[in-house]
């Protein structure tokens, strides 16, 4: 098969490449470019493990060509920690509040609510759980991903976090 | 450090009971997690199915040649090819076979037909697609309670004439076993003297586990070697390394079974698939690493189904609500394969913890198990071994006797749990439950919820919806079980004949640090950090100086893997048993450098001290470091040791769970207003980490409750296995979890700890259908089955009369 070339930012970082026109931008990114963070979980974007931020909008990158991504801006999970390896407000809520299990939700759950925090500077519990429904989680029941949120909104809005009472 | 109290030394250690941050998320917060798909080796393959489409068909022609053809694609393996190497069927965990691949008839949709492997997972995909079969269509059997009927089509023609199983004899070609377990003739007296009986037929539909992260394997056979390493998703390493052993002929030494990190697992992950046959035989045909990846669909349509179980419930009661008799037939549809994944000895798993919470003086329980042309497996979704099952049935059959009664339920379970006092208590059915406080549990769930006031508001309520002035039902549920976990004695379980005790082996390095490696597997339940909290507290050293290592078969003692929630009821106390021996040399140890005897010492926190004067001490730092050059004359140098644990018994959790909810007759919308869940589980390792279980298991049990089902319809189609339509409860549609404990410690486990992982799914259940159940017993209702959908939900509603 015939492959086109693409080009696109990845973590900051220019990426030139030959692709398939039929492969699909979660495998360019995990088996290409060697970013394992993104997953694969249903093939059929309902899970949202796979979620990269592409041109300032979350995307799973289940459901989308390589080619279609050509000239786009990408940040996996992997751009997310700062270049010194300082973690995220986001990825440090998520240890801090119990956020994950198994882990394989997580990179996607953490890239989706780092779009969110820039949609909605202060979102609430409602705001939040509506905002990750089309990231699932089979091992923590969301209630704790929500306090890493929550944890990550106040700690980036340089306002101490308080736990809501149960 | 000398300086800091007792205290603020044990504080240090972050040992057992603290909330200690999980060491896993560091590498998982980052993307740097390491599953199965993420492995890259040189000269990857990949390899892909070809499925049946059809339910029940003979096999007329197989062809491949245009699979072949595809750019890419290097071989297709087919039953032809398997059967001359015996592998064209492979044993199964409960003593049956299952196809690798389909050889002349497939029994279930979406069955294993051909194995394509190619050069990257299009082209395997291409071929898969591409290869041609011509099939008869036979008679479908979907139905469990056709399947033993004298006209009923025979499904296993490879075993027809085999009228002995596994488990005893057949008495129909589509018959797997009989297991009958109690006192049939008191049970059947007991009946006939009762003042009050109920009978009600309590289906568990058929659900599948769905992890996140789907089954995968990749297989890479180094033929100069003769060996095999097997990277996989298995909950179980050591087993699968044994039974790919035995298979295969390859010698167990020269296989290498890895597990890394795992994204979930719940009971799907225990079993053997054809995907890693296949996989193996793949790498070795073409002397390449051979990766193999489930989609969705595969996952939910193929690889171990969980429930589907109908259980005909009976009890006996006086009129004034004593429980009397028990008595449960039930029908459990096992799929086209037995495959169930049970120790050898219960081929209905622990059902027999039917009888719960509650004093029964007798019960009999019979099980039949029946082929059908449905999927094979048989796991438990997050549960010992058919204990859901059993729970779900006793906790309806309950709800359904107080109804009858007249009586309120938590009133009725109050009168009939076991009393503190009868610990330990042999149940009618032959369990030695170890310990428990079932009252003051009960009791607090009720006050934490206002449960009096509860039940007058849904009065109020029901007199309002009477009178038409709302449209809406209000249902309490609760759910009072009991688990059993933790299998098992040697002297009762076993898989494929290995005895199910568990390992644990601690090594201390010089300077103080540890390395400890388990036979169990973490597939979310956060080892790497609990096992250490154990160690912690045991050895004295600091939690963060100690490496927990899992998943390697090369490196980590024997063990049967992490299901059943047995992982902390077995492995945890291997590791305490491994640290005691440690303690007791370092203990011989110290005392050789302080110049006193043994006994003359004391342990306190993290050092020996001499008694009478703690100002002379070792720590068990110094102890590490002594070990390996100051030993006493005679004594082996180093510090390390090995247990591997077989309980004297079975541990059994238990938990009050209560749950209101409204339910909209006209949309037939059920929403959860309230779930609290009080757990015991015995002494707790890591607060944190319980919490999170319970939340992650009512969140599967609210699944499972309220939606979930693997349905087939009449021509064997199984519909909907995917996303779109298997429910997958989102953070939208969760309830907030309010979570509550109790502690009564094991008294036969070294740290009085009873594993926690599955009870929510367990207790979670029989709750959310209790209360959907409950709201509209006023109206005459008894039992509606789960899933507790808005369309079933509207259906019975409807039935009720409620729609005008």
């Known amino acids: 098969m015939s492959k086109v070339q693409v080009s696109m930012k990845v973590n900051g970082k220019t990426v030139d490449a030959l692709v398939e026109p039929r492969m699909l931008l979660i495998h360019f990114l995990r088996e290409q470019l060697n970013l394992t963070g993104p997953h694969i979980g249903c093939d059929t974007s309902h899970c949202g493990a796979c979620t990269i931020d592409l041109d300032g909008k979350s995307v799973k990158s289940c459901t989308m060509f390589a080619a279609q991504a050509d000239g786009a801006d990408i940040l996996t999970i992997e751009g997310v920690a700062r270049a010194d390896g300082t973690l995220h407000p986001l990825q440090e809520g998520f240890r801090e509040m119990h956020g994950l299990q198994c882990g394989f939700c997580t990179p996607g759950m953490i890239v989706r609510a780092y779009r969110l925090l820039q949609e909605n500077k202060n979102p609430s519990e409602e705001e939040i759980r509506f905002g990750i429904s089309g990231n699932l989680c089979r091992c923590t029941g969301y209630q704790n991903i929500v306090k890493a949120i929550q944890y990550a909104a106040a700690k980036i809005n340089g306002v101490p976090f308080q736990e809501a009472a149960e | ?804």
């Not at chain 2, 008839?105 to 299009?122: C, G, P, S, T, W």
């Not at chain 2, 309670?145 to 085999?162: G, N």
């Not at chain 2, 749990?417 to 330990?424: A, S, T, V």
């Not at chain 2, 009478?612 to 070792?618: C, H, I, L, S, Y």
């Open chain 2, 1 to 804: 450090m000398n300086d800091m109290t007792s205290e603020q030394r044990a504080e240090r250690l972050q040992g057992m009971g603290c909330k200690r941050k999980r060491v896993e998320d560091i590498r998982f917060v980052q993307g740097k997690g390491n599953y199965v798909d993420d492995l890259k080796l040189p000269g990857l393959l990949y390899g892909d199915f070809t499925r049946s489409p059809h339910g029940h068909a003979r096999i007329k022609k197989l062809d491949t040649s245009k699979a072949k053809a595809v750019p890419g694609v290097l071989a297709v393996l087919t039953a032809a090819d398997l059967k001359p190497l015996g592998l064209h069927y492979m044993p199964t965990l409960a003593g049956d076979v299952q196809a690798v691949l389909a050889e002349e008839k497939v029994l279930f949709q979406n069955q294993e037909v051909a194995f394509v492997i190619a050069e990257d997972r299009y082209a395997a995909a291409d071929g898969a697609e591409l290869v041609e079969v011509e099939n008869e269509a036979l008679p479908i059997l979907v139905d469990p309670f056709k399947a033993m009927a004298p006209d009923a089509p025979v499904l296993r023609e490879d075993i027809k004439d085999k009228t002995e199983g596994a488990h005893g004899r057949r008495k129909h070609p589509n018959h797997i076993f009989t297991w009958q377990i109690g006192d049939k003739e008191a049970t059947d007296a007991a009946f006939r003297k009762a003042e009050v009986t109920v009978k009600e037929l309590i289906s568990y539909q058929r659900v599948h586990p769905c992890p996140l992260e789907t089954c995968q394997c990749v297989a890479s056979f180094d033929k100069i070697k003769g060996e095999l390493t097997l990277w996989g998703t298995f909950q179980a390493p050591h087993v699968i390394r044994t039974v790919a052993s035995l298979i295969s002929k390859i010698p167990e030494h020269k296989i290498h079974v890895i597990s890394p990190d795992i994204g979930g697992g719940f009971g799907n992950k225990v079993g053997a698939y054809s995907g890693y046959i296949c996989a193996i035989v793949a790498s070795i045909v073409t002397g390449r690493p051979v990766k193999w990846v489930e989609d969705r669909i595969e996952n939910l349509s193929t690889t171990a189904f969980a429930r589907d179980y109908h259980m005909m419930t009976e009890i006996a009661a006086t009129k004034d609500g004593k429980v009397m008799g028990l008595r449960v037939y039930t029908i459990a549809d096992h799929g086209a394969f037995d495959a169930c994944a049970d120790p050898t000895k219960w081929p209905a798993g622990f059902f027999n913890i039917v009888t719960g919470s509650y004093d029964f003086p007798v019960a009999h329980v019979t099980v039949d198990g029946v082929y059908s042309n449905k999927a094979p497996g048989g796991v438990a979704y997050r549960c010992s071994f058919r204990v859901t099952e059993a729970a779900y049935c006793i906790e309806r059959g309950m709800d359904i006797l107080a109804q009858k009664l007249g009586m309120d339920p938590a009133e009725l379970r109050l009168k009939n749990l076991i009393r503190r006092e009868q610990f330990p208590y042999t149940s009618a059915l032959g369990w030695e439950y170890d310990s428990g406080d079932y009252h003051t549990a009960l009791r607090r769930a009720m006050d934490a919820v206002g449960y009096q006031e509860l039940r007058e508001e849904q009065k109020a309520k029901g007199a309002a919806f009477k009178r038409g002035e709302t449209r809406e039902l209000m249902g309490i549920g609760i759910a009072f079980f009991t688990e059993i976990v933790g299998a098992g004695p040697s002297r009762n379980c076993d898989i494929l004949g290995i005895a199910m005790f568990d390992s644990a082996e601690i090594r201390i390095h010089p300077t103080g640090t540890v390395i400890a490696r388990l036979g169990t597997k973490s597939q979310g339940q956060g080892h790497e950090t609990t096992y250490a909290q154990i160690i912690a507290t045991e050895l004295g050293l600091p939690a963060d100086d100690i490496t927990v290592e899992e998943g390697n078969t090369d490196t980590a003692p024997y063990g049967l893997g992490t299901y059943g929630s047995r992982s902390t009821p077995v492995s945890g106390a291997a590791t305490a048993m491994a640290a005691r021996k440690i303690k007791a040399k370092a203990q011989m140890i110290a005392a050789h450098l302080l110049e006193v005897h043994d006994d003359d010492l004391e342990w306190d926190v993290d050092r020996f001290r001499v008694k009478g004067n703690p100002e002379r001490f070792k720590t068990m730092k110094d102890l590490a470091w002594a070990a390996y050059n100051r030993v006493p004359p005679g004594m082996e140098p180093g510090l390390e040791a090995v247990n591997y644990y077989d309980p004297p018994n079975m541990t059994f959790p238990f938990g009050a769970y209560i749950c209101v909810v409204d339910v909209d007759v006209d949309t037939g919308t059920t929403k959860v207003r309230r779930f609290y869940a009080l757990d015991d589980c015995g002494t707790r390792i890591n607060p944190m980490i319980i919490e999170g279980q319970i939340h992650g298991g009512l969140t599967e049990a609210f699944g499972i409750a309220m939606g979930q089902e693997i349905r087939y319809d009449e021509t064997g189609n199984v519909t909907g296995p995917s996303f779109m339509d298997y429910f997958m409860p989102t953070a939208v549609e969760t309830p907030k979890w309010e979570t509550d404990w109790t502690t009564t410690p094991s008294p036969h486990h070294p740290i009085g700890a009873k594993g926690v992982g599955e009870s929510p799914n367990v207790g979670g259940v029989p709750c959310f259908a209790n209360a959907v159940n409950d709201a509209f017993k006023f109206l005459g209702s008894t039992h509606i089955s789960m899933p507790h959908d808005n369309w079933r939900t509207w259906m019975a509603a409807d039935k009720l009369g409620l729609h005008g």
